[in-house]
Structure formats: C-alpha cells, structure tokens
C-alpha cells in the first residue's frame, strides 16, 4: 500500500519560507506523478505543483511561480515542496500525493497523504 506523510507545516510570517516534506513509501521505480495540492478554509483542494519520477517535468500554479520549488530525493524517497516570500493567499492545508495517471494541476493522483497545515501570521 502507498503510505504518504507530510511534515514541515508550522505558522510562519509573510515574506518568509518553508519547506514541506512527503516520505512515501510503497511505491515501485516505474512512472509515477507526484504532487502536491493545497485546500483553504471553505474552499476545494487545488493542485500547487506537480512532478513527474525523475523531475524531467513540472507543472506550477502561476500564482506560485517564481516563489515555489517541487522537487523529489529518490534516494530518500521524499517530495519537497519549497516555499518563499510566502503570503496569506498560501495559508492553507497542504496534501502531498502519488499516482501513475497524468501529471497535471488537476489530475487525481489517487494516493493522497493527511495533510499539513502551511500557516502565514499577519
């Protein structure tokens, strides 16, 4: 079974960064997709980036060009999701996930993980 787990999430300020982790496990090394997806309060859960096994090709949100980086440590079997000059419009949960379907902002991965909580403070 795929088992994902996020870490990272905390409350930081404005203008400042954070890195999101995911430990995945339960995978094999054939193509794969893996993103990472955010849900604000009262809202649907978007895709943020997303990544194909490899990191020959990535899908960013335009609002988050520039400022996010997705990027994956197979030796370690961990998706990054790095966050700079973070803003309120970034507060949200963020959910990693993995799947062999497309590998685009809207797809369902399939294999999601709990979530972390990305928090900006005024």
């Known amino acids: 079974q795929v088992q994902l787990v996020e870490s990272g999430g905390g409350s930081v300020q404005a203008g400042v960064s954070l890195r999101l982790s995911c430990l995945v496990s339960g995978y094999t090394y054939s193509s794969y997709c893996m993103g990472w997806f955010r849900q604000a309060p009262g809202k649907e859960r978007l895709g943020v980036a997303t990544?194909?096994?490899?990191?020959?090709?990535?899908y960013l949100t335009d609002s988050v060009e520039g400022c996010f980086t997705i990027s994956q440590d197979n030796a370690k079997n961990t998706l990054y999701l790095q966050m700079t000059n973070l803003e309120r419009g970034e507060a949200a949960i963020y959910y990693c996930a993995l799947g062999a379907g497309p590998c685009w902002l809207g797809s369902d991965l399939g294999d999601w993980g709990q979530g972390t909580q990305g928090a900006v403070s005024s």
């Open positions: 990544i194909y096994a490899g990191g020959s090709t990535t």
